[in-house]
């Protein structure tokens, strides 16, 4: 099983629309949970966090967080053109597990059809 | 401000080439890395520095040399690389290492590397 895991897509959506990812990881005491987007040829841009179960909101976008079933997912309102991307899930694996920095998912690919 | 920055922008060496790479960032952030992605793949980590000392080595080769000249400035020094190094090189920074929980990891644009 891989640590980080998400869909890799291309989950495509209208403009207007919600865009849900979604992202499991496997390390039950992971505490920091980020998502970063990457649009092609360039670097990945952190755009979320999240320590704590439930929501958080900035702007069109909510992380929501469930430490009891490990998952983390992005939610996206009113999806622009401009959303297109890949977004990356990275989880900050617990001290015990003796990896010491972010475990990336492979990443879910976003198409916003105009 | 959450700038990291990265020098060249885009870099094209033969294999009996050596060039470094530079990634600068004046947050005070006291944990700096070093990332290879290609392309469709997520970024794997080839070292951190925390604290101006290297604290990760994900068992690159020694063609890969890391070098952390003070806590702004990290370096990556490059010797008779493969083609197979072609890559996008990213330099990241974050206010801690990554074994304290609730810190933030930012990116600097990256260094797009071509091995001829």
């Known amino acids: 099983q891989k640590e980080v895991e998400q869909n890799s897509g291309p989950l495509s959506v209208p403009e207007g629309a919600i865009a849900s990812l979604n992202c499991t990881y496997s390390d039950r005491g992971s505490q920091s949970f980020f998502w970063y987007r990457q649009y092609s040829g360039k670097s990945p841009e952190l755009i979320m966090s999240i320590y704590s179960n439930g929501d958080k909101e900035d702007g069109r976008f909510t992380a929501q967080l469930n430490k009891a079933s490990q998952y983390v997912s992005l939610l996206i309102r009113d999806s622009q053109p401009s959303d297109s991307a890949t977004y990356l899930c990275a989880v900050n694996p617990p001290r015990d597990t003796g990896r010491r920095a972010l475990t990336f998912g492979s990443g879910t690919r976003l198409q916003v059809q105009p | 401000d959450t700038e990291v920055t990265q020098t060249p922008k885009h870099l094209v060496m033969g294999m009996t080439n050596k060039k470094s790479l530079k990634c600068e960032q004046h947050?005070?952030?006291?944990?700096m890395y070093w990332y290879k992605q290609k392309a469709k793949k997520p970024p794997e980590l080839m070292f951190v520095?925390?604290?101006?000392?290297?604290?990760i080595n994900e068992s690159v080769p020694s063609r890969f040399s890391p070098e952390c000249p003070n806590s702004s400035l990290l370096n990556l020094h490059l010797h008779a690389l493969q083609p197979e190094d072609s890559a996008l090189y990213l330099c990241a920074s974050s206010p801690q290492p990554p074994w304290d929980i609730n810190y933030e990891q930012y990116f600097g644009p990256g260094t797009r590397l071509t091995v001829t």
């Open positions: 520095y925390s604290y101006e000392k290297l604290s």
């Open positions: 947050m005070g952030h006291r944990a």
